[in-house]
């Protein structure tokens, strides 16, 4: 009888999922023995970091031909139910109709989303974002559009909630794209609003590089600001601030994918599943997680793993490889990744490239964008064939940046 691996999501972790899984099934020489189906509403990676950008057309890549390649069998559909003792999910198909799929191990790759606390009026109506394909094609149509609204305060600013990876790079790329909309005449506006008292995510040998390059593009920096409210004409600041602004963009914040509830383990502060070195739930029987729906350490210096494409290619290797080797009855390979870069986009000044998680200045302006763009355009897309993504899915490869 053949046993199944199942996969939730064709994001970052998903896809690296599917393509370690069938790396490990053929080198056991066992490719009838184990079916690996990958369910996603989408046979196509989405890059979301590349959403921050001015024109995201490019920013995805079709999934079919390579799962084809690899022997890995795509279900289109929404998984809304895991039930963990019966070793199945539920998922709708796009024509409305729901099935179920038996799995031997579950990998669980649902990947992230923007948290949108109630808490914040008029959030969910009112503001834009950058989270996932359709957020960032409808931020760029509303910007177009405010070319055609007469001159005012409000048209020329756009305010960014949260002063973090996202909100930067969004925040950078605003001023050139809003001028390159309304004029290249008209005094636009760019705010980020930041709850904390600096804009210092990078830490202590890179958050400066980040305030001065923000403001030598005109961005403004408020912060000890927490937000009270947005509507269709501004923002309001629970202190009091108000800034006219058409464009509110929201970008404060992740939450792992709801999925991750319906399992039943400890959850991290962020949604994310506790999960062992080789990426099982802890204390859940055949279930894996993986990607942003994982809370584990990087290395043995005490980092965990982040919400990040870099972590969820490697974590989606591991958590692949593991699952296969755990139904095979072979040994399996803990996850370990303690390489960490960081690549912020600038706008045009460039992009920071650091080192290490202390965030050490390796390159800047030209240089870093070129380091950028290589990550962004190259090496975070899949393989085309067969061979490039066995070779690629090796869990213990680090990132080669
Ligand atoms: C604007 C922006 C900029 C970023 N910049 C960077 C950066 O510079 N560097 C970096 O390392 N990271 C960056 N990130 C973070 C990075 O994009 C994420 O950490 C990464 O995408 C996580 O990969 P994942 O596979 O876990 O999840 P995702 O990429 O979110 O993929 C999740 C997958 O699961 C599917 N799915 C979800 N729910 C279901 C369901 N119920 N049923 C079936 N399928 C489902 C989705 O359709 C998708 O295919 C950025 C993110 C954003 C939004
Ligand atoms: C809906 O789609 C699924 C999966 O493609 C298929 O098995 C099913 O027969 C379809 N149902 C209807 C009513 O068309």
């Known amino acids: 009888m053949t046993s199944k691996i199942v996969i939730i999501g064709a994001?970052?972790?998903?896809?690296?999922?599917?393509?370690a899984s069938a790396r490990q099934l053929e080198m056991a020489g066992k490719v009838d023995a184990v079916e690996i189906i990958l369910i996603a509403p989408e046979p196509t990676l989405y890059i979301r970091p590349r959403l921050y950008e001015n024109d995201v057309s490019t920013a995805l890549a079709p999934l079919g031909d390579l799962f084809a390649l690899t022997g890995v069998r795509y279900v289109q559909g929404t998984v809304h139910k895991i039930a963990v003792t019966e070793n199945v999910v539920e998922y709708i198909s796009p024509n409305g109709t729901a099935s179920t799929l038996l799995f031997d191990r579950l990998i669980l790759a649902s990947g992230s989303k923007l948290f949108l606390p109630e808490a914040v009026k008029g959030l969910a109506e009112y503001s834009f974002d950058t989270d996932q394909m359709e957020g960032a094609i409808k931020l760029d149509a509303h910007l177009k559009s405010l070319a055609k609204l007469p001159d005012s305060p409000a048209r020329n600013t756009v305010v960014v909630c949260g002063g973090g990876f996202t909100g930067v790079e969004v925040a950078s790329e605003m001023p050139q794209r809003l001028r390159?909309?309304?004029?290249?005449?008209?005094?636009?506006?760019?705010?980020?609003?930041?709850?904390?008292?600096?804009i210092n995510f990078m830490g202590p040998k890179s958050s400066s590089v980040v305030q001065d390059t923000l403001a030598s593009l005109g961005v403004e920096a408020l912060t000890s600001q927490t937000v009270a409210s947005i509507?269709?004409?501004?923002?309001?600041?629970?202190a009091g601030t108000r800034i006219p602004s058409k464009t509110v963009i929201w970008t404060a914040g992740m939450r792992a994918s709801s999925l991750t509830a319906q399992i039943p383990a400890e959850r991290d502060e962020i949604g994310r599943l506790f999960v062992d070195q080789n990426l099982k739930v802890i204390g859940v029987d055949d279930v894996y997680a993986t990607g942003d729906t994982a809370h584990?350490?990087?290395?043995?210096?005490?980092?965990?793993?982040?919400?990040s494409c870099q972590h969820a290619m490697i974590l989606g290797k591991s958590a692949g490889n593991n699952a296969m080797a755990d139904l095979l009855s072979l040994p399996q390979t803990p996850y370990s990744q303690p390489t960490y870069v960081t690549c912020l986009a600038l706008g045009p000044w460039g992009a920071l490239f650091t080192t290490g998680w202390d965030r050490e200045v390796s390159l800047v302006k030209e240089e870093g964008y070129k380091m950028k763009t290589q990550i962004n355009t190259q090496l975070i897309y899949p393989p085309t064939n067969r061979a490039e993504a066995f070779a690629a899915a090796d869990p213990t490869l680090q990132l080669a940046v």
Do not use: N, Q
């Not at 909309?181 to 930041?194: F, R, Y």
């Not at 990087?298 to 919400?307: E, Q, S």
């Open 180 to 198: 390159g909309i309304l004029g290249e005449g008209v005094d636009v506006k760019v705010v980020v609003l930041e709850r904390g008292d600096s």
């Open 231 to 238: 509507d269709a004409d501004g923002v309001t600041t629970v």
């Open 11 to 19: 994001g970052f972790a998903g896809l690296w999922a599917a393509l």
């Open 296 to 307: 584990v350490a990087a290395d043995d210096k005490g980092h965990l793993a982040l919400m």
